[in-house]
């Protein structure tokens, strides 16, 4: 099929942390926190000079949305996975039962495996969009890897200059690439992932040496419809833009091809759901670490010197209402000005950490 071109393509030749917020807080008087001396006498307000070591802090969700959205992603994906484990290991059950004549035909088999096939297909949104296909978790999102029919590094490699264009999305958007000898397959790949990078496609040699390509998984019907090429006639035709056919990777666990109609189909499926039951139990594992890095990042997030500072001013505060007569009183009701339930809990989640 091909598709005009009405674009000149470009030509590509690669070669806080925020101080806490100080909310409701007033100013309170030197006895209160203990400035210049546990036994100041004035009862003077002043404003105390901030300890920039010691910012208040409203806890996590305020101060650290990636860690926390790192956390909620890790999560989702965990619970998918271990559902989808426990109902792997029931069909195992049910499997090796019916070819031991254990269980007779009621149609028990039939719907766990609909059942099963029913929940993998809804992994993306089940697993908040982290676990791709292959099983693999991202915190940034999942992807589709995919290969291009005539995109093979042995063809690239070979043959004399070329500008490739490859157009994503329509005739418009249009990306080149120069391919000549004595690239490597490296330098190939890298030439590729920055003219396609713009268009939401990445590329690489993956681990069996060959050239993959990558989108998100939202992306992906649009990039396989729509992908189209042109070259100079050395290894891809000239004139307009053609389609090419671009093949999705085969997914780790394929449930809408198992099937339970006669003994040698069941011994298929149980083989399937066999090796299923490793890929997601290895894949749990995997999302498990995840969790437990991003769980040590949340536990570090905070500063010592956060807690030492919180201790500090909790100290004061209590030599203070240690020492009789009205000025204490003044100085306590001025402490607490202004202070909500929120930072209490908040300073309190602080100390306990």
């Known amino acids: 099929m091909q598709i005009s071109s009405t674009s000149t393509p470009q030509v590509i030749v690669p070669g806080s942390q925020h101080a806490g917020n100080a909310g409701n807080a007033t100013a309170v008087d030197g006895t209160s926190l203990g400035l210049n001396g546990e036994n100041a006498a004035t009862s003077t307000p002043v404003n105390p000079t901030p300890n920039p070591a010691a910012p208040l802090r409203r806890g996590l969700s305020n101060w650290d949305q990636p860690l926390q959205g790192d956390i909620s992603g890790a999560q989702q994906a965990l619970d998918f996975l271990e559902q989808s484990a426990a109902q792997l290991r029931n069909l195992k059950t049910d499997l090796s039962a019916r070819l031991a004549n254990r269980q007779r035909a009621d149609g028990t088999l039939e719907a766990r495996v609909r059942q099963f096939s029913n929940s993998w297909r809804n992994r993306s949104a089940a697993s908040g969009g982290t676990l791709d296909a292959q099983l693999k978790f991202s915190s940034k999102g999942s992807d589709t890897s995919f290969t291009v029919r005539g995109m093979n590094l042995a063809n690239l490699r ?34 590729f992932d920055e003219a396609l990078s713009p268009a939401g496609v990445r590329a690489r040699v993956n681990d069996d040496g060959q050239l993959e ?41 394929e449930p809408d091809n198992w099937q339970v109609t006669d003994s040698e189909a069941i011994r298929s499926t149980l083989a399937q759901v066999v090796g299923a039951l490793a890929k997601v139990e290895q894949s749990i594992a995997s999302v498990r670490q995840a969790l437990a890095q991003v769980t040590a990042r949340v536990q570090s997030a905070a500063p010592e010197a956060t807690r030492s500072g919180m201790d500090q001013v909790a100290q004061n505060f209590v030599t203070t209402t240690k020492q009789p007569g009205y000025q204490s009183l003044l100085s306590i009701t001025s402490a607490l000005a202004g202070i909500s339930r929120e930072r209490v809990l908040s300073l309190l989640s602080l100390r306990n950490s």
Request: aromatic share 4%; hydrophobic share 40%; net charge positive.
């Open 158 to 191: 070979s043959g004399a200059r070329e500008v490739v264009a490859v157009s994503i999305g329509g005739g418009q958007n249009v990306r080149s690439v120069v391919l000549e000898p004595g690239l490597s397959d490296v330098q190939i790949a890298q030439r």
């Open 213 to 253: 390509f990558s989108t998100s998984e939202a992306q992906w019907t649009n990039v396989r419809d729509t992908i189209a090429v042109q070259g100079s006639g050395i290894r891809f035709p000239s004139g307009q833009l053609n389609r090419v056919k671009a093949e999705a990777a085969a997914p780790q666990v």
